[in-house]
């Protein structure tokens, strides 16, 4: 029972260290994990924004490339795969594993050849 305690809070502590954000307009948007609340949509990790907006976050990732750019250089680095092209400079692509979409996410925006890199986030729509 002892190990199973302090097993426990070495986990949670790690865990509650673990810092989660996403950049907006170049500020850091910090995002606090919450229990997952939809069984409806597998894989799908929950996040809680400062003003109490609930996300989900999955394996996929919206980037904005600047004027001309070929997204196919960053695949490799960033193992990740287009999925679809939105509009002209604009992509939907998909990270094997959606623990590593806001990383992944982050680590594309800090691209000097990108306009924004986010998760596709998903939103509970609520009914009259």
Do not use: C, W
Request: aromatic fraction near 10%.
């Amino acid at each position: 029972m002892k190990k199973f305690i302090l097993i426990t809070s070495i986990i949670g502590t790690i865990y509650a260290q673990e810092s989660f954000f996403y950049s907006l307009d170049s500020k850091k948007e910090i995002l606090t994990p919450v229990q997952n609340i939809s069984r409806d949509i597998p894989n799908v990790r929950y996040f809680k924004t400062k003003d109490d907006v609930i996300l989900g976050v999955s394996n996929k990732i919206i980037v904005k490339t600047k004027q001309g750019f070929d997204i196919t250089k960053l695949e490799q680095k960033y193992s990740f795969k287009t999925l679809k092209k939105i509009s002209k400079d604009m992509y939907l692509i998909e990270v094997k594993d959606n623990s590593l979409t806001l990383d992944t996410a982050n680590s594309i925006d800090e691209n000097d050849e990108i306009e924004f890199a986010h998760p596709d986030f998903i939103r509970k729509t609520l009914r009259r």
